[in-house]
């Protein structure tokens, strides 16, 4: 009866962690969230021609501008918008779904709006 409950209250507690593991991360990409409020800091930023859009993520989240490089992978396939290379200033006040779109941007308009 013991090893019974014992068990049951294992399995309870790895459900409720993968429950609230799913809600988090649907949260971070499903809820537009910036890192900082308004006005943030601007951070330089020069993607390589070739990085991966993981290694991008992972270059965002090391700088400040992202907490989450999943949600940034994730909502990079779901808008499908591809980074380009190039030197851009993004704000840490930007979501990812606007810093998607300035990193998925001709050259000319590769400025944050919030400088």
């Known amino acids: ?5 014992l ?3 294992c399995l309870l507690f790895v459900l409720f962690r993968g429950v609230f593991a799913a809600y988090r991360f649907g949260h971070d990409v499903f809820y ?5 409020a308004a006005p943030g800091r601007d951070i330089d930023v020069r993607i390589p021609e070739g990085q991966s859009t993981e290694e ?3 270059q965002l989240k090391e700088l400040g501008l992202i907490r989450d490089t999943w949600a940034f992978r994730v909502q990079s396939l779901f808008l499908g918008r591809k980074v ?3 030197e851009y200033r993004l ?3 930007e ?3 606007e810093m998607l779109e300035l990193l998925s941007t001709a050259p ?4 944050s709006g919030k400088s």
């Open 7 to 9: 068990i049951t209250a």
């Open 108 to 111: 000319e308009k590769r400025r």
């Open 91 to 93: 704000n840490t006040s």
């Open 56 to 58: 991008t993520a992972k």
């Open 32 to 36: 537009q969230q910036s890192v900082e």
């Open 1 to 5: 009866m013991a090893v019974r409950l």
């Open 95 to 97: 979501t990812i779904d």
């Open 84 to 86: 380009r290379a190039g």
